[in-house]
């Protein structure tokens, strides 16, 4: 019946809604852990911000990084789903760590694989959304399949909030839950998405990485990436949100609902502004995303306080909606389709190589001047992405 009233969702091709299910499963996995991953090394292992930035750092930029390999080689093999198989997989299979962990080290080792996982998918999975959707609705698409990994985003803190009230805070009993959602993620992946089979001279083997072939991204993709980059940098990690709360005294076992909350508004407006774009334009919504990101930057900077960090949450995530998806979609549209997944690659190793210095320049900011400074740092970078736009304007 819903699909009857959004006539649009209804020529989005099967495979594509597969994806975007197998992300919501991998993301509960991954959510329920993440969201309670800050205090849990707070709490318990005693960790400083400043080391939690530099895991997250570290963690995330491990991700962005390794999706320059399986983006050339998603290339080079002209199969995605194969590598995007591989890395659900790797992400499953560390998730049991989490809950083995007794020391920082461990937690770090354990980020690092997940999100080595995640980063062997990413580059190929968002060239397989690109593969499938019709050229018309790839806004529509990439917002679809965000918009589904979001729901995962926020179920997952949900669902351990509920534990952590019935289990009285028992952090390692959740982790043990979370391994079987990303379990049952690979499952769909393998049975319900069908690649798109190419013709021979798309999958004819060779090095993406040349000179030439990067000279073909053009000057309008390293515009995005330069962007790309600037937001990376102005929105630093989310574990930020998480212990700006902590901060503020809410109760321990509802610390995950900052995540919630940030992620349903995160899930609501990603598919929308998608599919707006595809008629507007990009760099209008992109504008407009940076906005909202300087205004929550400006309010979670202005007080600890826990009804004004859920303000600061919910331009955050509305500012998430408005932005990722919509990077994504320009990459697809700009790149050739023959080095897609070169160029998902070599956009997220950049926003890696920026991410590994955004959270533990996050993290030292908090450390030595206060929480506020990290996120006025921010909306520097915010302007800074703002102007970029503006200059290119043309």
């Not at 999100?115 to 698409?141: C, F, S, T």
């Not at 917002?143 to 589904?148: A, D, I, K, W, Y």
């Not at 330069?226 to 901060?247: D, N, Y």
């Not at 990459?331 to 920026?354: Q, S």
Request: aromatic share 10%; net charge positive.
């Amino acid at each position: 019946m819903i699909l009857h009233k959004f006539p649009i969702l209804r020529q989005i091709p099967p495979s594509i809604w597969a994806l975007g299910f197998v992300s919501l499963l991998m993301d509960i996995s991954s959510e329920m852990i993440h969201s309670l991953l800050p205090i849990y090394m707070v709490s318990t292992l005693g960790a400083s911000v400043f080391v939690i930035g530099l895991i997250e750092g570290i963690a995330e930029a491990t991700a962005l990084i390794v999706k320059i390999f399986s983006g050339v080689l998603s290339d080079y093999l002209g199969k995605r789903k194969t590598l995007a198989i591989i890395g659900y997989s790797l992400g499953a299979l560390t998730k049991p760590i989490f809950a083995l962990a007794s020391s920082t080290g461990i937690i770090l080792a354990a980020r690092m694989l997940d999100r080595v996982g995640k980063g062997i998918r990413g580059a190929p999975r968002d060239a397989l959304v690109a593969d499938i959707a019709p050229p018309h609705l790839l806004g529509a698409a990439f917002g679809l399949r965000q918009s589904l990994d979001t729901v995962g985003a926020f179920l997952g803190p949900l669902l351990a909030i509920g534990l952590m009230l019935w289990w009285a805070n028992d952090f390692r009993a959740i982790f043990w839950v979370a391994v079987i959602p990303g379990f049952l993620a690979v499952a769909l992946l393998i049975f319900g998405v069908r690649e798109p089979e190419k013709n021979a001279d798309a999958t004819k083997r060779y090095n993406p990485i040349q000179w030439a072939n990067l000279k073909r991204l053009g000057r309008a993709y390293w515009w995005v990436v330069s962007i790309g980059a600037l937001i990376t940098m102005a929105r630093f990690s989310e574990a930020f949100l998480v212990l700006r709360a902590m901060q503020g005294g809410l109760a321990m076992a509802w610390i995950p609902i900052i995540m919630v909350i940030m992620n349903i508004v995160y899930a609501l407006s990603a598919y929308p502004f998608g599919k707006l774009s595809d008629k507007l334009g990009p760099k209008k919504i992109l504008t407009l995303g940076l906005v909202v990101l300087i205004i929550a930057e400006i309010i979670l900077a202005y007080s600890n306080s826990w009804p004004i960090v859920i303000i600061g949450v919910v331009l955050w995530g509305l500012h998430m909606g408005l932005t990722q998806g919509l990077l994504a979609a320009m990459v697809a549209k700009i790149a050739p389709e023959d080095l897609r997944g070169t160029a998902f690659g070599v956009f997220n190793l950049i926003c890696g190589l920026t991410m590994l210095i955004a959270s533990p320049l996050a993290g030292l900011l908090w450390v030595k001047f206060g929480a506020a400074f990290s996120f006025y740092s921010g909306a520097v970078f915010c302007v800074m992405a703002l102007i970029a736009i503006k200059l290119n304007a043309n």
